[in-house]
Each structure stands twice: as C-alpha cells, then as structure tokens.
C-alpha cells in the first residue's frame, strides 16, 4: 500500500489532470459525481490531513513566530490582491470573479506542504504556516471575501464561515484527535492517506469540470490565463518577500509553495454551499486544483535542477 500510494502522490498533477480532461470533453463519463458531493470530500482530505498532524507542528509559531507571522500576512495580502487585480485586468463577469476571489482568500492547501518538501524546502515552516492559515481561515476568508466584493454581489460571511468550520476546522480537530489518542493505530493506515486524499480531489475536479464543462469551454483561455498567473505571481511574491526579509533559500522555498499554492477544493466547496445562485464560481477552484499541483511539481523539480547544479543549498 505504501508503494500505490507513493505512485499516486509521485504523478499526482497527471492523474488530476487526466481527470479534468475527462470531464472537460467527455462529461457524461463523470456527471455520476454529483456536486452535492463536494463538501464531503473535501471533509475526507481535510479529516486525513488531521491525522498527519500533530500538537507538535504548532511548536514552530512559538519557535519562530517571526516566519509564520511573515507567512500568514503574506497568504492573506498577496493572493486576494491579486485575485481582485486580476479579476478587473481580465474583466471576468462576477461569477468567475468570486470564484477567483474565493481561491485568492481560501488558506494554503496540504499539497503546498507536499511541493515543499519535494523543492528541499523548509518542510516544518510549510506545515506550520498550513496549520495557523487554516485555523484562521473561518474569520479571515469570509471578512476578505466581503472587504473585496461587497460592492460586486452579495456575500453570506455567516454562511462561509460555517461551512468552513464544518468542512475543514472540525475534520481536521477530529482528525488531530483521533491521532493524539489513538497514534499507534493511524500511523498503521498514514500509508494509505495519501491515495485517499488524490482520489477525493479529483472526484470533486470531476463534479466540478463534468457539471459545468460548456461553461468552462465558452470561457475560453480566459479562466485558464486568470488562473496561472494567479498562481505564479503568488510563487514570484512569495519569493521576493522570503527576500525582502532575508530568509535562507528553503524557507524562500517555503513561503513562495505556501503563498502561491491555495486550498482551491475549499474555494469550490465555498462557491456552491455560499454563492448557489453562481454557478461558475466553482470553476476557478476547479481549474486551480489542476494547475497548480502541474506548476508546484514543475517548481520542485527546477529547484532540485538548480540546487544540484549549485552543489547543494544556498
């Protein structure tokens, strides 16, 4: 099992992306996955990643509270701003503008710790960023949503925050619990994890792509535009911060996967439980899910070409 599942968490942005393909130009082959689905996995991946933690991976906030201090401030500055810029330079319609608005405020997602790790980053910065963003997503994703587009639509923040609370805060705490009590057992199916947690998202890549794939294909390459350089510039930002402060080359590493790389099944979830009436505001998050697990693997990759080619670590 431990060797399936390091397979699918090797070629994790292929399988995704063969996926979305499938749902983008044959959707009848994935319309089986119903989008009321959506919050339910995202509760699986959310639940698994609290198994993977422990009350030890918040020590790094009081060890180098400086770091994740940094880290969080950019997540929540950067990626929104950027999200509402490019949302007006594109002149998207304001169902994709809140989908992008929702990806820009949604926290990082587990994949950054991943692209982290691969990039010989500073794994214990990611993990501990990942952590406190999280927890401070039910307040903070809802108030930022509402500070950019109130003028635009109509934002439920007590519905978001919710749902948030439900889909993420509460697996997660389950998840952490069940692991403080009970660690000698999950650590027997930690292995398996990883093949649960892809195998949700692209069930929800599929909802999202197969019920909403005409949609998708009118857009054009706007959304597609929209969406990698969202993600880039995030990357780009997060790096030049990492400089700004003068951090070493892992913890750039860090800061630029966590800033660029966001929890986008929790913006596609957000999209349909807070905005019903705003049918392609869960393709933003969908198209991000694909894209940035291809762009954090490509990163990783070009960070180990370079690193081997330095002899080692900056």
């Not at 990039?119 to 406190?132: F, P, Q």
């Not at 993420?168 to 199916?189: A, F, H, Q, S």
Request: proline share 4%; charged share 10%; net charge positive.
């Amino acid at each position: 099992m431990k060797k399936i599942s390091g397979l699918i968490g090797k070629y994790m942005a292929w399988i995704v992306l063969c996926i979305a393909a499938l749902a983008l130009f044959a959707p009848q082959t994935c319309l089986w996955v119903r989008t009321e689905w959506i919050n339910r996995l995202l509760m699986i991946v959310m639940f698994g990643m609290g198994l993977t933690m422990q009350l030890s991976d918040f020590a790094i906030v009081f060890k180098r509270p400086r770091d994740v201090i940094i880290g969080c401030l950019a997540q929540f500055t950067i990626m929104p701003l950027l999200a509402f810029l490019l949302g007006k330079v594109f002149h998207l319609n304001n169902e994709l503008l809140v989908g992008v608005m929702l990806v820009g405020t949604c926290p990082g997602g587990t994949s950054s710790n991943v692209i982290t790790y691969l990039s010989k980053g500073d794994t214990a910065l990611s993990v501990g960023m990942t952590s406190v963003n999280t927890l401070l997503a039910p307040l903070l994703t809802p108030a930022l949503t509402w500070l950019y587009l109130r003028t635009t639509v109509q934002v439920d923040v007590r519905a978001m925050f919710v749902s948030i609370i439900q889909v993420v805060i509460v697996p997660i705490g389950l998840g952490l619990l069940i692991n403080k009590l009970y660690g000698k057992y999950t650590g027997k199916i930690r292995d398996a994890l990883p093949a649960v947690s892809v195998t949700a998202i692209c069930l929800i890549v599929a909802a999202v792509v197969s019920h909403n794939s005409g949609k998708i294909l009118s857009a054009g390459l706007t959304i597609f535009a929209v969406v990698a350089a969202h993600n880039l510039l995030g990357y780009l930002c997060g790096y030049l911060i990492g400089v700004l402060f003068k951090m070493d080359l892992p913890r750039k590493k860090a800061l630029s996967i966590e800033v660029g790389m966001q929890n986008s099944g929790l913006a596609a979830s957000l999209a349909g439980s807070a905005f019903p009436d705003l049918a392609m505001a869960t393709v933003p998050g969908a198209v991000f899910s694909v894209w940035h697990n291809i762009s954090g693997a490509v990163l990783a990759g070009f960070w180990n070409a370079n690193t081997k080619k330095q002899g080692g670590e900056e």
